[in-house]
T-cell receptor, first 114, second 112 residues
Framework: NAGVTQTPKFQVLKTGQSMTLQCAQD?????MYWYRQDPGMGLRLIYYSASEGTTDKGEVPNGYNVSRLNKREFSLRLESAAPSQTSVYFC?????????????FGQGTRLTVV | GDSVTQMEGPVTLSEEAFLTINCTYTATGYPSLFWYVQYPGEGLQLLLKATKADDKGSNKGFEATYRKETTSFHLEKGSVQVSDSAVYFCALRDTGRRALTFGSGTRLQVQP
């Protein structure tokens, strides 16, 4: 039972380079999310997708784009990486139809932009 | 908007000590409340949850009670173990909102 799988686990980029973080879930959840985690700031929502074919901005969307490729996959793209995007990125999924909606998280991608 | 405030860490305790991590929140609706735990090098895992006032969530010896009158959801454990060393996040999902709002996290270090 894989749950939420993120790739890669670690990445170092040079300023201005682009990359895509991949996320896939096997729990048939409708909703998926991308968060970033920075010291002392908890997790902040970048983008989310309530269902296949829809995406919405979260708290800190600038510098990022997302694609909900199908129900399973939700990717996060950095078009031109900046040092301020050095962070740990978490993908999560949940099923909104349940009252006690919990989110399931991947193991994270540690990104360093130099 | 919604927000979650947690006590700053790190919290350092000896094994078998009593643990309290404070969490207060502001929300425009009637939120569900959660505690997540993050062990070193791992993603977040749900620890416990509560959906309405006076509900008590519990798991692995941890407890938290949804207090609407004080807008709080404090995490407690009667006797901590070294294996409880982790970062603990309080979070809420407000009525009609699709995503969780997290606190900044509290690092717990338990010494043998």
């Amino acid at each position: 039972n894989a749950g939420v799988t993120q790739t890669p686990k670690f990445q170092v980029l040079k300023t201005g380079q682009s990359m895509t973080l991949q996320c896939a879930q096997d729990m048939n959840h409708n909703s998926m999310y991308w968060y970033r985690q920075d010291p002392g700031m908890g997790l902040r929502l970048i983008y989310y997708s309530a269902s296949e074919g829809t995406t919405d901005k979260g708290e800190v969307p600038n510098g990022y784009n997302v694609s909900r490729l199908n129900k399973r996959e939700f990717s996060l793209r950095l078009e031109s990486a900046a040092p301020s995007q050095t962070s740990v990125y978490f993908c999560a999924s949940s099923e909104l139809d349940q009252i006690l909606t919990e989110a399931f998280f991947g193991q994270g991608t540690r990104l360093t932009v130099v | 908007g919604d927000s979650v405030t947690q006590m700053e860490g790190p919290v350092t305790l000896s094994e078998e000590a009593f643990l309290t991590i404070n969490c207060t929140y502001t929300a425009t609706g009637y939120p569900s409340l959660f505690w997540y735990v993050q062990y070193p090098g791992e993603g977040l895992q749900l620890l416990l949850k509560a959906t309405k006032a006076d509900d008590k969530g519990s798991n692995k010896g941890f407890e938290a009670t949804y207090r609407k009158e004080t807008t709080s959801f404090h995490l407690e454990k009667g006797s901590v173990q070294v294996s409880d060393s982790a970062v603990y996040f309080c979070a809420l999902r407000d009525t009609g909102r699709r995503a969780l709002t997290f606190g900044s996290g509290t690092r717990l270090q338990v010494q043998p």
